[in-house]
């Protein structure tokens, strides 16, 4: 059963009132402006010449895996700016602009058309929502809330959480295929897109795969190339996954199942949290992923946006008694999380 929210809080309206009054005072509206397009771009542009540099330039083998290192780091900017950005369309009011900006998913091996349905459908309407939010319910190795049933193995969850994270870009592409044949996030299933977005999905797997393994091992060799393959999804996978997950799984967040208290809008303020919003250099490096409250208050709005509005939310927050989380450091969110998941690693 999916989950009701009470009737739309006076807190919820006067926000929403003032974020369109000032979104409306803004020449480009809630989209991308300029100086969040020429980061896209630039983005895309060093992300292309660092994998053809690996596979074709005349470079030792340390000189190479350098070059991995800033291509892994590389994409996970790109994933932060552009990807998740393109998915939730905030690039701009032109639809078919987005769809193309989030073929870089794709390339990647991971499926535009599922993470729409997996991130914005499910993780951001039902988020901390046991069953129907992936994000905390998808594997039965890690208990994220206290509505998971535990099992002897979460007793060392703490150990082997990060390598885990670790292997979840290396892994995405296997469970999209998943999602695809069983139809399900969490515990709830959802409508399998039509046959013309199945083909295009394995159409993009096959160019993924090959770009990601064929063309590596022709070039490179199989040994070099498997080598690179697992130092560039190393740190990647971890650091994503950390920065999705400390906005959620912490001693403060509240989890939930069906029956819901507050309204949608309290309910993301009461579930989510942000780190390190005084540094200018982590929301540029994060595409505003620092700010998880605002983004979850206004999916489709640019991040670029986000610091203005986190003023608003502060004062209407102490105005009506609500609780706003914010970790100052991306550091004491992820220790956070970590005893979080020790709590919840004992019976």
């Not at 390339?107 to 992936?134: A, M, R």
């Not at 009506?320 to 690693?345: C, N, S």
Request: with cysteine; net charge positive; proline share 3%.
């Amino acid at each position: 059963m999916k989950p009701a929210f009470q009737k739309e809080s006076d807190f919820s309206k006067t926000l929403k009132q003032r974020v369109r009054e000032y979104l409306s005072q803004d020449a480009n509206g809630k989209f991308a402006d300029f100086s969040v397009w020429i980061k896209a771009v630039a983005l895309i542009m060093i992300c292309t010449t660092l994998y053809l540099s690996i596979l074709f330039s005349s470079v030792d083998f340390l000189t190479r895996s350098l070059l991995v290192v800033v291509f892994s780091i590389s994409t996970l900017l790109l994933g932060l700016n552009v990807m998740h950005e393109a998915a939730h369309g905030n690039y701009s009011p032109k639809a078919w602009i987005n769809r193309i900006l989030a073929l870089s998913f794709d390339i990647y091996g991971i499926s535009s058309d599922l993470y729409v349905i997996k991130h914005t459908q499910f993780h951001h309407n039902y988020t901390n929502i046991y069953g129907q939010d992936g994000d905390i319910s998808e594997t039965p190795l890690i208990r994220m809330s206290t509505q998971h049933s535990w099992m002897p193995i979460h007793r060392f969850q703490v150990y082997y959480t990060a390598l885990l994270y670790s292997l979840i870009t290396i892994t995405w592409p296997l469970s999209d295929l998943s999602r695809l044949v069983t139809a399900k996030i969490g515990t709830y299933t959802f409508r399998r897109p039509p046959a013309f977005t199945i083909v295009k999905i394995l159409f993009w797997k096959a160019i993924s795969i090959y770009l990601t393994y064929v063309l590596p091992i022709q070039v490179l060799g199989f040994g070099h190339a498997i080598f690179f393959i697992f130092l560039f999804h190393l740190g990647l996978g971890t650091i994503i996954a950390l920065i999705f997950q400390v906005a959620h799984v912490h001693e403060d967040a509240k989890y939930e199942r069906t029956e819901i208290q507050t309204d949608w809008f309290v309910h993301q303020l009461l579930t989510t949290a942000d780190f390190s919003t005084q540094s200018r250099l982590v929301n540029s490096l994060c595409g505003g992923l620092n700010f998880q409250v605002m983004h979850h208050l206004f999916p489709n709005v640019s991040y670029r946006h986000y610091p203005a509005i986190q003023k608003t939310l502060r004062e209407l927050a102490s105005q009506h008694g609500y609780r706003y989380v914010e970790f100052p450091t991306f550091l004491g969110a992820v220790v956070a999380h970590f005893k979080w998941l020790a709590q919840l690693a004992q019976p």
